[in-house]
């Protein structure tokens, strides 16, 4: 058996840390050829020495002058030139997406461009550029699969269905640690409180767009991306239990369901191994053991994040790169304790309201206005 040969972007954070895991445990049906990350060299060290990557790249320049002194027989590459080329290895058979933000988009789209299948877990380079990464996977006849559970549960509802056959999506989501507080509770929250999910392990980016619900509000415009299914047809309901990852009802009212443990080894799994199912050593869901399975309407006056998604959406062109980059400033900002929890939507209400939306943007436009909302968001 060939082996399916893998390259991770972003293999020191939470889901290139579990991609591993599950590469591990699926033993020698892949073979990890290349590695990228910002700077955490330690971990990337330790990941070389289990995994025998031909090719790393670290971001930091400096982190990668000190990994290229521990390591005389791998390339080591630097910079974001250098995670380009990992993005691109030849070889490759498939690449995990798992760059937090915007930084991934450039790598996957590059990705993308020579051909490569992609396992998507960095959400923002749809919310972006969706129209254009879509547009190139369709051009080059290339797969995007996706990791975020929510969206793998969706594939997996879709697969022997057809298109025009779907009514609307459904989107479960969990509600964050936050879905019972008051909206006088929620304007003193602290980081400490909000990175303390209950159902997810995740890292810190989108532990607080869970919190804020803007990570439902960024996986609204990814499914309309991936699926091709329009905006209004896609709802979000909150499911505290997040045992039902999503649903997808059809024209004659049919709901589909995909349900599971809330562990990302098995969106990550599905895809490494899809179209085929391998067996999985994780915990069994034990039907007779849930207590119960609730889903209510989402609260999108104290969530504001999620009606802002919605409307950057559906204003479409630059709007969600304006609102992705604005939240990625407002949720730095609140982790460094510089804002208040409630400030985030306001920003991200603030910088869209003062910003002129182009249609049909280029990738360069898509940049621009992603660089013009983070100066803009700086100065609210
Ligand atoms: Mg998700």
Redesign the pocket.
């Given at each position: 058996m060939t082996k399916k040969k893998i390259v991770i972007l972003g293999s020191t954070g939470s889901i290139g840390i579990n991609t591993l895991r599950v590469i591990e445990c699926l033993g020698d049906r892949f073979q990890v050829i290349g590695l990228a990350a910002r700077k955490n060299i330690n971990l990337l060290e330790r990941q070389i020495k289990k995994f025998h990557p031909k090719v790393v790249a670290l971001v930091d320049r400096k982190s990668a002058r000190e990994l290229r002194g521990r390591f005389k027989n791998i390339r080591v590459l630097s910079g974001r030139e250098g995670l380009i080329e990992v993005a691109t290895l030849a070889g490759a058979d498939l690449v995990i997406s798992a760059i937090v933000g915007a930084p991934g988009l450039i790598p996957t789209l590059e990705a993308v461009k020579a051909k490569k299948r992609v396992a998507l877990a960095n959400k923002e380079a749809l919310v972006m550029a969706g129209e254009i990464v879509m547009r190139e996977a369709h051009k080059k006849g290339v797969k995007i699969l996706p990791i975020?559970?929510?969206?793998s549960a969706i594939l997996q509802c879709l697969k022997a269905e057809k298109e025009k056959d779907v009514s609307r999506i459904i989107l479960t989501a969990s509600g964050g640690p936050f879905l019972k507080f008051s909206s006088s509770r929620l304007k003193s929250v602290t980081p400490q409180e909000a990175l303390r999910h209950p159902t997810w392990e995740m890292g810190k980016k989108v532990t607080i767009d869970s919190a804020t619900l803007m990570?439902k509000g960024l996986?609204v415009i990814e499914a309309h991306h991936l699926f091709g299914v329009d905006i209004d047809r896609i709802e979000v309901v909150i499911h505290p239990q997040a045992i039902v990852h999503s649903l997808v009802e059809f024209v004659d009212g049919t709901i589909l369901a995909h349900l599971g443990t809330p562990d990302m080894r098995l969106p990550i799994q599905y895809a490494l191994t899809y179209p085929e199912r391998l067996s999985a050593p994780l915990e069994r869901l034990d039907l007779t053991k849930i207590k119960g399975l609730t889903f209510q309407k989402p609260d999108t006056r104290k969530f504001p994040c999620l009606k802002l998604a919605y409307e950057a959406a559906r204003i479409g062109g630059t709007a969600p790169a304006v609102l992705n980059a604005t939240n990625e400033i407002a949720v730095s900002l609140f982790l460094k304790r510089k804002i208040k929890f409630m400030e985030i939507p306001r920003m991200i209400e603030k910088v869209l309201n003062r910003y002129k939306p182009i249609k049909n943007p280029t990738l360069s436009e898509i940049l621009k206005a992603d660089a013009w909302a983070r100066e803009e968001a700086l100065r609210c």
């Open positions: 975020d559970s929510e969206h990570n996986e």
